[in-house]
């Protein structure tokens, strides 16, 4: 256990329709980053939270939108999804990136 | 535009030998690169990192090179065991600064470690 815990781990959804992913940070870290990964390619950043502001942004879809809560929990929100939104969406967490992130084990989206 | 490139998707290697993964980069603001490995159904794993003002850093079986004039940077395992056969991603930030650290990520490489 890593102590980043993303739920659902499985999600199955038709096209056009709206899902809502969740991580929790591990306890005293501050930042959360949303990465994607689509079969054969890396990690794709899309956003950071930073205590609950928004850090950074990076090929992050308009129909896609996020938010840090008081409790540092995220949701990440994919909405009018696509065949190809279909990924494994990680979660990480870090206390100071020389220490690296610490990754949740993901949740795999296919949209049907 | 892929900033950060591991253009061997995969590598077999006989167990006991060296292990060498690469890794490119383009950017030239990067000052800080990392290596991940990742099992099948779990999230990555931070195994190894480097700082720019170095170019070399050894923990256990694992050392990383980063040669700036390149761009280049490399993980050697040595010796190779049967567990290290994973997916390993080779990651770079531009700017350490706390509350900001943001990772570029390269495709990975496939490490099969035979028996």
């Known amino acids: 256990d890593s102590g980043v815990t993303q739920t659902p781990k499985h999600l199955i959804t038709a096209t056009g329709q709206r899902v809502t992913l969740r991580c929790s940070p591990r306890?005293?870290?501050?930042?959360v980053y949303w990465y994607q990964q689509s079969l054969d390619q890396g990690l794709q950043f899309l956003i950071q939270y930073y205590n609950g502001e928004e850090r950074a942004k990076g090929n992050i879809l308009e129909r896609f939108s996020a938010q840090q809560f008081p409790d540092l929990h995220s949701e990440l929100n994919l909405s009018s999804l696509e065949l190809g939104d279909s990924a494994l969406y990680f979660c990480?967490?870090?206390?100071?990136?020389?220490?690296?992130?610490?990754f949740g084990s993901g949740t795999r989206l296919t949209v049907v | 535009d892929q900033q950060v490139k591991q253009n061997s998707p995969s590598l077999s290697v006989q167990e006991g030998r060296i292990s060498i993964l690469n890794c490119d980069y383009t950017n030239s603001m990067f000052d800080y690169f990392l290596w991940y490995k990742k099992y099948p159904a779990e999230g990555p794993t931070f195994l190894i990192s480097i700082s720019s003002i170095k170019d070399k850093n050894e923990d256990g079986r694992f050392t990383v090179f980063l040669n700036k004039s390149a761009k280049h940077l490399s993980l050697h395992i040595v010796p190779s065991q049967p567990g290290d056969s994973a997916v390993y991603f080779c990651a770079a930030s531009a700017g350490v600064n706390f509350g900001n650290e943001k990772l570029t990520f390269g495709t990975g490489t496939r490490l099969t470690i035979i028996p």
């Open positions: 306890s005293g870290d501050l930042s």
């Open positions: 990480a967490s870090s206390v100071g990136a020389y220490y690296g992130y610490t």
